[in-house]
């Protein structure tokens, strides 16, 4: 059992909301973070809206009460120094841009209490690209989350040569505490084990959309027929939201941009963002 109770998630997006809610959910107490008021006020929709979901998805105790007694553990902070006074452990879960991350650890190192442990979310930054930033390489590493917790509930722990290994023990049993299974990584790898096979199928998924080979619904379909799959890259792109893949192309260099560019132009700017805004590369009620 880890000694783990008071945790505060950085960032209330897609995924943020969700560890949040779930960490929450599993018994802890919860910070969530954000840089403005506003934005906390819509990310206190998305935790209904997440609440609902459990029920809807019938996830044990949902419809006996817990779905709701989860909120009443979750409060929220836009202030950096106020959100993380009493956590043991920190999630960040901002976007997925190197600089903008290494800046929120070096603001948090300053105010986040000495026993606090860091762990990122990252999708693909390796943890030695961010643990100097840090200011405790020793209690930082990554906790990596899928999309849909509730549902695909891996969480990928991967340390740094620097990272002590009781964290890292730590980190593993707080994974399985709050309905995960661990997946200890044993050297870092970029992209984990899940990214390092879901980005290039994604990617791959795109590129035969962009250069106009055929339509994203037939693209998935074709995918779902032959191999049995639940569901085709651009349903995935969808759950995770477009602004996600858009980030990683982005800084990916000269091979990625083009796909965000048509990513932007052709959704993005459209407010056509995935699930969480109706409209993707398909249509929600």
């Known amino acids: 059992m880890s000694a783990i109770r008071n945790v505060t998630v950085l960032g209330t997006g897609v995924l943020g909301s969700q560890i949040a809610y779930q960490t929450a ?8 973070y954000d840089i403005s008021d506003e934005i906390l006020e819509k ?3 998305r935790f209904e809206g997440l609440a609902t979901t459990y029920r809807v998805d019938h996830v044990p105790g949902a419809t006996e009460g817990k779905a709701e007694e989860a909120l009443t553990r979750i409060r929220y902070s836009s202030d950096l120094a106020d959100a993380v006074k009493d956590a043991d452990l920190v999630i960040e879960a901002v976007p997925e841009v190197l600089e903008l991350k290494r800046d929120t650890y070096e603001k948090l190192g300053k105010v986040a209490p000495e026993k606090t442990i860091f ?3 990252s999708s693909t930054l390796l943890p030695s690209d961010l643990k100097d930033a840090t200011g405790r390489p020793a209690k930082f590493l990554a906790l990596h989350f899928a999309n849909q917790v509730w549902k695909y509930n891996t969480a990928e722990v991967m340390g740094t040569a620097d990272t002590d290994p009781v964290v890292f023990d730590e980190l593993v049993a707080f994974a399985g505490e709050i309905g995960m299974v661990p997946i200890p990584i044993h050297k870092e790898k970029a992209g984990y084990v899940l990214n390092s096979l879901l980005v290039p199928f994604l990617n ?8 106009k080979y055929a339509e994203p619904a037939d693209i998935d379909k074709v995918w779902r027929i032959a191999t049995g799959a639940p569901l085709g890259p651009f349903q995935i792109i969808d759950v995770i939201g477009l602004t996600t893949p858009y980030n990683i192309l ?16 052709e959704y993005i700017d459209k407010g056509k963002l995935g699930v969480s805004t109706g409209v993707g590369f ?4």
């Not at 982005?250 to 132009?265: D, I, N, T, V, Y």
């Open 25 to 32: 959910y599993s018994g802890f107490q919860v910070t969530a």
């Open 43 to 45: 990310a206190k929709d």
């Open 119 to 121: 762990a990122t979310n």
């Open 204 to 211: 791959a998924g795109l590129a035969l959309a962009a250069g």
């Open 250 to 265: 982005a800084h990916s260099g000269e091979q990625g941009q083009p796909l965000a560019e048509w990513l932007k132009s």
């Open 282 to 285: 398909y249509e929600y009620s």
